[in-house]
């Protein structure tokens, strides 16, 4: 894993229904990952709504935690490592 610069946080919001609609994330395309571990770096901001899964992202900056119900903003030039504890299922958009 190759180092973050520690101002790239990771957002995780609990949305409500405005917001999801406003953004148009249930449109999004969906992503889905079994149980594992892998290395991923952000050529590009994303942001992801998690319909299913828990999840941990380990950055040089902390650890998030996340779950069902999560809105995600990864930063672009974020570099972690993703561990899926339980399958998920996410609505993504990058950009």
Same mark, same amino acid.
């Given at each position: 894993?190759? *180092?973050?610069?520690?101002?790239?946080?990771?957002?995780?919001? +609990?949305?409500?229904?405005?917001?999801?609609?406003?953004?148009?994330?249930?449109?999004?395309? #969906?992503?889905? +990952?079994?149980?594992?571990?892998?290395?991923?770096?952000?050529?590009?901001?994303?942001?992801?709504?998690?319909?299913?899964?828990?999840?941990? #992202?380990?950055?040089?900056?902390?650890?998030?935690?996340?779950? +069902?119900?999560?809105?995600?903003?990864?930063? +672009?030039?974020?570099?972690?490592?993703?561990?899926?504890?339980? *399958?998920?299922?996410?609505?993504?958009?990058?950009?």
């Amino acid at each position: 894993m190759t *180092a973050d610069s520690p101002r790239l946080k990771v957002l995780v919001e +609990k949305p409500d229904e405005n917001k999801l609609r406003s953004l148009g994330v249930r449109s999004w395309p #969906i992503w889905t +990952k079994e149980p594992s571990s892998f290395d991923w770096s952000y050529d590009e901001q994303e942001m992801c709504y998690f319909l299913d899964g828990d999840v941990t #992202i380990k950055t040089s900056g902390g650890n998030y935690t996340i779950q +069902k119900g999560d809105f995600v903003t990864f930063p +672009k030039g974020l570099s972690c490592r993703w561990v899926v504890k339980n *399958a998920v299922r996410k609505h993504y958009h990058f950009g």
